[in-house]
């Protein structure tokens, strides 16, 4: 356990240089400490719940990371998050004492996290830092929120679960039934009221989720219940408990080093040339990747021709082996050596002169995953056909469902992101398989479970000038079908 304890040696009111604790926060204590021993018995009676709890924190971080708890109470939720390194704080001597007992491999700390400035032994950054039931015994909430900056990296999430308010009257009947005694005095806070403390403390926001409509196992119902129905829209508005993720507010990354540009093409000769004439130079070192799918009209001879017409740039070039635009993209990406990964689309729909813009907002820290969107803009004439922009629009709302963060175009083949975050996906790609034939979606839905901030760049859609298109409407649309069903199972009823 950590040398710190700047909480009171017993319930009542600290003497001496230590801080003393709000009437309310007080009460908290004492009942903190009255619960203490009968904390176990309640979390078995209340499995189901925890279960449930944890299950979604568990999805939310990806084992292996840095974690600081606060509020950890006696210790389980951070055991079950399998940190490589774990930090646990709370102002309960009873539930510290009992931690440390039960998880020795992770580190305790008596005290009061509203001021984190008592803890000296407490350093570095942290991966995630988790507030699970912890904000609504708070005195000043914005202040703690704040103070949080220290232990914050650039890729820090910071996450809050915390009780709907519309359910405080049922829980504080139910507490009463059950236990005898009121339940402990709380800030009520909405998902949308912690956000705004978030983006008061210098925190952005990347989403928010609302899950468990059943606490109760109901003979299997529960479970159910949570899976399929709990998630849906509008019925998740009536979930029991609320979740907020959340970044350090994005200070610009400066100039990026170097740039990968990936161009899967097949049947493109016309467009080759034009891709490397179009692409301007916004980084100092930039390569272009062609990644070539057994075309049938000399596209890969008219790449040989263009390497050797431009020594001067970096130009490489590899066949798939596979088949399909995913496919070519991970080959394309496996062999990029530039610390940001681009994809352009050898069709050239997305202008090769907007690639910039996407260089722009990864730069300045505006978004972790830059996606293109084609229908902010009127389209061209004859770009996109008139059903096809349909269910451009209709996939759309349902990706912004599903990955809790908004998308206006899931299709546009211009996705923009870190090396070093792609290879977190990769990492992480075995919870979804290799499964997506598009390249799209491998990206965004590893993004999202990894909480990466998306931000879209709108770009004018462009008619083709070579070539036909390689969509099929109905059977792309059925794949699509396919994602959104994909995708319900992996991020929502898991």
Known sequence: MLEIDTAPAQAAAPTGGRRSYSERKQRTLEQAE???????????????????????????????????????????????????????????????????QDYPRLTFARGDIEHLEDFPDLSGTFDVIVLSDTIGSLDDCLETLRSLHRYCAPHTRIIVSYPAWFWEPLLHIYAWIITGRSARPQNWLSSEDISNLFYLADFDVIKREWRMLSPLRLFGLGRLINRFIATLPLVRNLCLRNYVIARPRPKP?????????????????????????????????????FVEGGSKDGTWDQIQEVIAANPQMAIRAFKQSGSGKGDAVRKGFAEATGDVLMILDADLTMPPEDLPKFYDALASGKGEFINGSRLVYPLEKDAMRFLNRCANYVFALAFTYLLNQRHTDTLCGTKVLLRRDYEAIIRNRAYFGEFDPFGDFDLLFGASKLNLKTAEVPIRYAAREYGETQISRFRHGWLLLRMVIFAFKKLKAF
């Open 34 to 100: 009255q619960f203490a021993d009968e904390r176990a018995a309640w979390m078995s009676r209340h499995d189901f719940y925890y279960e449930e709890d944890w299950n979604y924190m568990r999805f939310l971080i990806p084992e292996g990371k840095r974690i600081l708890d606060l509020g950890c109470g006696a210790g389980g939720l951070l055991d079950a998050l399998r940190p490589k390194e774990g930090v646990g704080i709370d102002f309960s001597r009873t539930m510290i004492e009992r931690a440390q």
């Open 253 to 289: 990354l400066g100039e990026l080093p170097s740039v990968s540009v990936v161009v899967p093409c097949r049947n493109e000769r016309g467009n080759i040339e034009a891709a490397i004439r179009r692409t301007p130079a916004f980084s100092p070192n930039i390569e272009i990747i």
